[in-house]
């Protein structure tokens, strides 16, 4: 890929990840490479080290400023690139870039995943888990979805010995967190927007206009571990009243609120995010039928669950999530949905078979092809549930949606001043050679975000991301990372019946997205390919992305998905 890799290591258990003989993605060819040498350092070597370090120092030394020698053999170019090691008692990890060392914060301030089980290439260190990326030389943020730096200790060699010297006050930060962020009433992609206009010099004012209760909080939390009463998400002060935005001038570039005041801006980002349909059939306005948009739904469905008979129409990443964490918790679950495996649109029906099994050892039960047509109710509350199988096939899945905003890469729209960001914006995307998607997760939310303010400031920054996202359920993550949409074939490494496994998507001969199950960080190594590639391509050739203009605004914008770009 222009000359930036000759091999791809892609290995499980030992094994070469091969499709008869080789996988390409984008003239990436996947091959045979030697794995590196085992790390060799030894525990005595490195405990008499840390003595010797903090002899002569006294207890109030210590609390100021501590280190240790590492002792490294083989010789400095031939040992390992990531290994955690202990300072004054806290894990910090050592990084090895070629002959230069750098240390970090050992865990990703995201949900705190070993960076020592990460991903290197170049300056860039990818969290095994969730896919946040970090340079090392800095500890700033390279990817997301992580919302904080780690921190950067000093680091000198002598002799062939690493000494890390810091201080603990930054080594007892929680999760090796260099600054921890501000706190703000809007969604991810508002919330990196307006940090990093901060982070970029703009001293101006910052409005935010939002119909959420809670500062931001992990949305994705709400169907993996349903919130229970007395848990508060938003746990810090909201400061000011909430101000709704009901309309918009854009000739006058004035935002109008629901307390009939009204706003003039210079620039203005819509990040009205996604939210869920309404049933539409007989019976639908009973009691007990909850949407999950909020904390509160979530703490609401928790309390009517338990115990009782809950069906979950949708067997996509919320529905598969909240059956999954409600299994052992609920008298007995019914997923409902119109195509024949859970994921389908995002997944395949491979790794849908494997999800669905998975639930149905939990007891959960599957009406698959199949769709909801009325709901009964006694006093007012549902009783029964009405399925019926569509008579030419399943319908187009629900969360299809035609109005939305279009924007190019930079996240600007056809209307000057005018940028959107997260799931209400449709836009290119590289591995789709340019063409529109939606893709609603987090971590694509906050790179758009990002670039949108970048460009407020007339950065002139395009947006470069990997979409990658997961989904947990019964303590198991399948992780993803690409954009598969449209694919034709798929290749399996390793064995979907254990429940441990890496897939390949392919259009046209080229590798375009890839899942694992107990494979890490498998996803984390090929989404750093997937960056890499584009990145040496685009100075080489012509870009999809740099033809590609909005194409114009909907009114009343329904949710799509988008993703975060550095």
Sequence with gaps: ???????????????????????????????RAPQPPAWTAMTRSLKRSAGRTTSGMDSECLGVTVGIWVVLWPPLHLSPRLLEVMVAGYPVLLVRNRKEFSALGSKCPHYGAPLSKGVLRGERLRCPWHGACFNIRTGDIEEYPALDCISCFKVTVEDGKVFITA??????????????????????????????????????????????????????????????????????????????????????????FMDGSSQKYQQLLIATGSHSGFLQVPGADLQ???????????????????????????????GMEVAAFLSDKAGTISVVEREEFPFQHALGPQVGGVAMKMLQNKGVKFHMKTELCELKGKDGKVSHVFLSIPAHGPALPSH?????????????????????????????????????????????????????????????????????????????????????????????????????????YIRDGHVTAAASLNCDPMVSLIAEVFWWVALC??????????????????????PTSCFQGL
Excluded at 409 to 425: C, E, K, L, S
Aim: charged share 20%.
């Design 167 to 256: 201080k603990k006050k930054v080594l007892t930060l929680p999760r090796g967190v260099r600054g921890l962020r501000w706190a703000s009433l809007a969604g991810v992609a508002a919330l990196v927007c307006a940090e990093t206009l901060r982070q970029e010099g703009f001293t101006g004012r910052i409005v935010m206009a939002t119909s959420e209760k809670h500062v931001p909080y992990d949305k994705s939390k709400l169907s993996k571990v349903c919130v229970r009463q007395g848990q508060d998400c938003a746990c810090l002060a909201c400061g000011p009243s909430l101000l709704q935005a009901v309309s918009v001038d854009f000739q006058k570039q004035r935002v109008r």
């Design 1 to 31: 890929a222009g000359g930036c890799f000759q091999e791809l290591q892609l290995l499980m258990d030992g094994n070469v990840v091969q499709r008869g003989q080789i996988i390409t993605t984008r003239g990436l060819a996947a091959g």
């Design 400 to 504: 299809r949606c035609t109005n939305c905003l279009l924007s190019h890469q930079h996240m600007q729209t056809n209307i000057p001043n005018v940028f959107a960001a997260g799931d209400v914006v449709t836009f290119p995307v590289a591995l789709l050679d340019g063409a529109r998607s939606s893709i609603r997760h987090q971590q694509v939310a906050e790179a758009h975000g990002h670039c949108a303010a970048l460009n407020m400031l007339q950065g002139g920054k395009e947006l470069h991301t990997v979409p990658y996202f997961w989904t947990t359920m019964l303590g198991k993550s399948i992780r993803y990372a690409g954009c598969g949409k449209g694919y034709t074939d798929t290749v399996v490494k390793g064995s979907l019946e254990q429940q441990k496994f890496l897939i390949f």
């Design 288 to 318: 007990n039928i909850c949407t999950l948009q909020t904390p509160e739904d979530s703490s609401k469905i928790l309390k009517l669950a338990t115990g009782k008979n809950l069906v979950i129409v949708g067997a996509s990443f919320i």
């Design 537 to 558: 391509s685009s100075p080489c050739q012509q870009s999809p992305l740099r033809d590609t203009k909005p194409r114009g605004v909907t009114a009343n914008p329904q």
